[in-house]
Structures are given as structure tokens and as C-alpha cells.
């Protein structure tokens, strides 16, 4: 075969293996858009996916991009990043009082983590398994930057259903076994900057 016949062969078949999602927000904050991009790559040798998300941040005022996210992602459902209203914001209402199934809170979700009163960003990662889907957890600094909290991320994981700015905490319910789900505590030495687990309770489910 034509060397330039199998290349073109090639790109063809590795192009029908990539596919690309986008969104763009600009209801989940009072300074940024976010343009969020999810591609998924075919893995020949597994049946999974191999997913990278790009997050743009862009400057509203501006329109100027202030930063860019690129997470590496594990599995992820056929839907996730498919719908652009899949994300909510405690900042300015956009969903927030929308029902969580499944621990699920949208692909992209914008709060306040830390109680310093700055916008918060969280990224779902993983669709992960009976506990919900996992997120990458981003701090926005004094250098208006978002910077990944490895505690949040690798420690909390799951979204809090609550978040307690009187008592800096978050709390999350996740699911442990047939019978019930465990209630994690999460707290926050703002002079230190500093997160601590503070317990872990069973509930019964029902």
C-alpha cells in the first residue's frame, strides 16, 4: 500500500476514535466564563476511555483568558460533559436548587470551599461508583488564580451537601453499603489555611 495511502488511512481511523465536547458558561459567576472542552479518545486495548478536560477561564470584563485547567480523567459515563446544563453555582443561584441525584452535582460547579467569600471551582474527574462521581477541587487565591486543593481533592473527593460557612465546614453523605451511608466532616482553620477530617458517623438508610 501507498506510504501516503496508509497515512491518510491512519488519521482517519484515529480521528473517528476522538470525540469533543464543549461548553461555555456564563451563569455560574459574577467574573469569569468558563469555556470547558471534554475529549474522549478511544483506547484500543480497553473498552474504556481515555478523557482529557480543558477548562478555559476567561475574564468577563475583559475577555481574556486568565488561565486554562487541563485535568486528566478516569472513567467518565457516556453523558458526562454531553449537557451543558449539567453544572450548578452557589454563587450566583445558577441551579443550586436543583436535586442531586446519585450525589451527582453537575459537571462543573462553582462555590465558596474555603469561606474567604472568593468563587470556588469544582470539576468532575470520575463518574466513580455507588458513592457518586468524584471532583477536582480549585481554590481561588489572592493571585486570582485557581489553585488545586489536594486535600479536598484526594481526601473529600465527593461534593458536600452541605456547605457550613458559619462553622467552615463540609459535609458529605456517602454511600457505604445496603443498609446506610456515612456522614463525613470536613473543617477549616482559616488563620492556618488548613483542612482537618473531623469524624465520620453511619446513617441508616430510610
Excluded at 72 to 100: H, K
Aim: hydrophobic share 35%; aromatic share 14%.
Amino acid at each position: 500500500m501507498n506510504k501516503y495511502l496508509l497515512l491518510a488511512t491512519l488519521i482517519i481511523v484515529l480521528v473517528s476514535k476522538v470525540k469533543a465536547q464543549e461548553c461555555y458558561y456564563t451563569s455560574l459567576s459574577k467574573r469569569y466564563a468558563f469555556q470547558v472542552t471534554a475529549t474522549r479518545i478511544s483506547n484500543a486495548d480497553s473498552l474504556r476511555l481515555a478523557s482529557t478536560i480543558i477548562v478555559k477561564i476567561i475574564d468577563q470584563t475583559t475577555n481574556q483568558q486568565i488561565q486554562q485547567l487541563c485535568i486528566d480523567a478516569e472513567y467518565l459515563f457516556d453523558d458526562v460533559y454531553s449537557n451543558c446544563e449539567a453544572a450548578r453555582s452557589y454563587i450566583t443561584g445558577y441551579n443550586a436548587e436543583d436535586d442531586a441525584m446519585d450525589n451527582d452535582y453537575g459537571d462543573v460547579i462553582v462555590a465558596d470551599f474555603n469561606f474567604d467569600s472568593r468563587e470556588d471551582l469544582a470539576v468532575k474527574y470520575s463518574s466513580g461508583g455507588n458513592g457518586g462521581p468524584q471532583y477536582n477541587y480549585y481554590i481561588h487565591t489572592d493571585q486570582s488564580i485557581f489553585k488545586l486543593d489536594n486535600f479536598l481533592t484526594e481526601q473529600m473527593m465527593y461534593f458536600p451537601t452541605e456547605i457550613d460557612a458559619k462553622r467552615h465546614r463540609l459535609i458529605n453523605y456517602v454511600h457505604a453499603n445496603a443498609l446506610g451511608e456515612n456522614m463525613n466532616v470536613y473543617a477549616y482553620n482559616s488563620s492556618k489555611k488548613t483542612w482537618k477530617f473531623v469524624k465520620r458517623r453511619f446513617r441508616r438508610a430510610g
